[in-house]
């Protein structure tokens, strides 16, 4: 009677509250309630029921619990979950459907679809206009949310995490197939296939995070869209732009992109496009250029746009005509631009009034101080156009013998290659605006900072200990009087954002120092900066050598373990170690005797793609102690570890501590610090909030401070 009293009281408040707001009787019963409220059943106990019984405008209350499919919607109602109600699928077909148009529904998780491509199983179907699907979550849904002719819809605040099959085998966290007029924005998808745009005109994309896929976006047929603030990272493909008109793809974050294609953006007959204010950071391609713009009245525009740590950062068909580049920046790509077979590379503008593109390998000055370069700059590297049809060369990028190979065709005009372009304006400094590195919230862009990692671990060994530099003697050095690692004021700035604000601490020689922090707290990026591979201000030394102004025999004294390991495939481990033995001018016998201690002897005759991930990591540190560095640094050293190995990798570290080596590492693991640091550096937002022992860190964790 109680539990009988206390409903009636609610649906009597409701309708109270209704015709004190001068509503007819039909309009008093608009809100339904559905589940349960306060451990009361509500008027209905089963969704489909409730959905019968409701009219044209209603708004159904969905309380807690789970409900099973198929649940068909084909009035337009508006569903909202309480406490984030289940729709179950239990592995059979769609979880919702959708026929009728302006339907919203918001605040459900949506589960368990089933498993056909054929069938396009989907947590969400949408077959009509006007749709809202909002603050929702999709796990293990083979489609998420599936817009089939629904025009003028909105998906919006979603998480969808897809089906974890392999990657054929997925469906796509969004399809949005002959739908004009939708907005797709602050959702987050993971592990899914593609967010599939296609055949629909005047889309809006903004503010979403899209990874692990192999198409962040894949656009086809979609004439006037707009793709603003998104965060594409570590997929395939960052995003597919093909066969559109008019596109606008502004202030996007593009990292880590490293597929077979690994393209950051690629175009394919896309006429009319502008590229503005994208930051395109550690892909294999930055941005792919095929056929566009297509039709003979129209162009492309890149305007303002940082490529950096690229593999190559623009990447043409030898076909591509009519784009204009002005204002972007070129910093420190392994190629700054390739051209894809022998025909003339012609009529592409690289500069538009007067404004060039900062180039990071330009040799020119500035006479006047106007900002710009006095002489052109000539992209005709010998070395590069080798690669051009022999990319397995890339392997010698850093080699002294791809500087010698350039340097020869300076020296000698008759084998100087043509210029593959030639930018009369360039700039002087790098330009990034403001508008390129502010995010609609922080999150985004603290993980693009942490994805500048080395884009091969070539490059990685060329910063590091001094890849170009004959002799491993540091202790001879005179400038160095001890090895205690100083870090002074240290702060790194993109645009307006700091990411790494004002750090100061000292390591002592045999020394181990943890930095710990949640993902975009600033470790990777304050790793870099001490590396000397990302520029900032203030002051970093190892006894009296400065980074600044002293930075290869400051690299000479650090050696380095990135958490991603890319060494060629088909090296055996033994002609790895020779190679960069070679390169550093070591002899061949301290390799030889690293392999025996890291215990890799046995393994000397195995292709690099023979390797477990323990055996790569620890190639990787005999690399980094070929010149026998006084410091180590180490980014998330044990994170593709299993538990194996992980305990045996510790051990050797904590040998080397022993044997007087400091350490400095980034670690997610508690165990990994608690076993191998003497310090911890907690990290929040680019700050050191707090330096504390081993064991007041532990009693922090126990005690949950941390």
């Known amino acids: 009677m109680k539990n009988i009293w206390r409903f009636t009281v609610i649906i009597a408040t409701i309708s109270f509250l209704m015709i004190g707001t001068n509503s007819t009787a039909h309009v008093a019963a608009e809100d339904i309630i559905v589940g349960y409220i306060e451990s009361d059943q509500g008027r209905f106990y089963a969704l489909d029921d409730a959905i019968q019984a409701a009219q044209k405008g209603d708004t159904l209350h969905v309380f807690g619990g789970s409900y099973t499919s198929p649940i068909v919607i084909s009035k337009s109602l508006t569903l909202v979950g309480h406490n984030q109600p289940v729709l179950d699928g239990e592995g059979r077909g769609t979880v919702v459907k959708i026929t009728a148009p302006n339907v919203l529904i918001q605040g459900f998780t949506i589960l368990n679809s089933g498993a056909s491509l054929d069938e396009e199983n989907s947590g969400i179907a949408v077959e009509a206009s006007g749709a809202t699907v909002q603050d929702n979550q999709f796990r293990n849904t083979l489609f998420g949310i599936y817009l089939r002719k629904a025009s003028n819809s909105t998906i919006r605040n979603n998480i969808i995490d897809t089906k974890r099959l392999d990657l054929p085998r997925r469906g796509d966290p969004i399809r949005v197939w002959y739908s004009n007029d939708v907005l797709i924005e602050n959702n987050e998808v993971t592990e899914g296939r593609d967010v599939v745009l296609w055949y629909s005109e005047r889309l809006i994309i903004r503010g979403n995070k899209v990874s692990g896929g192999r198409y962040g976006l894949h656009f086809m047929y979609c004439d006037d869209a707009t793709i603003d603030n998104n965060w594409l990272v570590d997929n395939s493909v960052g995003a597919f732009l093909m066969y559109s008109r008019r596109l606008r793809f502004h202030r996007n974050y593009v990292s880590n992109n ?14 009319d496009a502008i590229i503005r204010d994208n930051l395109f950071v550690d892909n294999q391609i930055g941005a792919s250029l095929d056929n566009s713009p297509r039709e003979i009245d129209s162009t492309v525009l890149f305007e303002g746009n940082l490529f950096s740590f690229n593999n190559i950062g623009i990447k043409f068909t030898p076909s591509v005509r009519k784009n204009q580049f002005t204002n972007n920046s070129f910093e420190d790509n392994i190629e700054q631009i390739s051209i894809a ?30 900002g710009l370069g006095d002489i052109p700059y000539e992209s005709r590297k010998l070395f590069e156009n080798v690669l051009e049809t022999h990319p397995n060369f890339r392997l010698f990028s850093f080699s002294p013998a791809a500087q010698s190979i350039n340097l020869a065709a300076k020296a000698l005009p008759i084998i100087r290659p043509k210029p593959k372009l030639i930018d009369k304006y360039p700039l002087m400094q790098i330009s990034v605006s403001s508008a ?54 240290l702060t790194k700035r993109f645009g307006k954002i700091e990411v790494v604000k004002d750090i100061c601490f000292s390591i002592l020689p045999g020394e181990s120092v943890a930095l710990w922090g949640s993902n975009g707290a600033g470790k990777s990026t ?11 201000e203030g002051k970093v030394t190892i006894g009296n050598v400065d980074l600044a102004n002293n930075s290869k025999p400051f690299r000479k004294l650090i050696g380095f373990v990135p958490q991603e390991i890319d060494f060629h495939p088909d090296l055996t481990v033994l002609e790895t170690l020779d190679f960069y033995s070679g390169l550093r001018g070591v002899p061949k016998s301290v390799g030889e005797k690293l392999l025996k201690k890291l215990d890799l002897h046995d393994h000397s005759d195995k292709r690099i793609a023979q390797l477990s991930g323990g055996l790569k990591q620890r190639l990787a540190l005999s690399l980094a102690l070929l010149s026998d560095p006084p410091v180590l640094v180490l980014d998330e050293p044990t994170t593709n570890l299993d538990s194996d190995t992980r305990s045996n990798f510790l051990i050797y570290l904590n040998e080397l501590k022993a044997s007087g080596k400091t350490l400095i590492f980034a670690s997610h693991r508690h165990e990994d610090v608690v076993h191998l640091a003497d310090r911890v550096l907690v990290m929040e937002k680019g700050l050191i909030v707090r330096d504390c022992s081993n064991r007041e860190f532990s009693e922090s964790m126990v005690g949950n401070r941390i």
Do not use: Q
């Open 341 to 370: 077979g022998r025909t003339k590379f012609l009529d592409n503008i690289w500069s538009v009034n007067g404004i060039g593109n900062y180039w990071s390998d330009y040799a020119g000055y500035d006479a006047d101080h106007d």
């Open 526 to 536: 304050l790793i870099h900066c001490i590396l000397g591979i990302i520029p900032a």
């Open 258 to 271: 490293r597929g077979p294609s690994g393209f950051g953006v690629g175009l394919k007959d896309m006429d």
């Open 436 to 489: 390129t590195l502010i995010p609609t919230n922080s999150s985004p862009m603290s993980m693009t900072i942490l994805s500048l990692s080395l884009f091969l671990v070539i490059g990685t060994l060329a910063y590091t200990p001094g890849l170009l530099t004959r002799g491993s003697d540091h202790h001879s050095d005179p400038l160095v009087n001890d090895f205690t690692l100083v870090v002074s004021n």
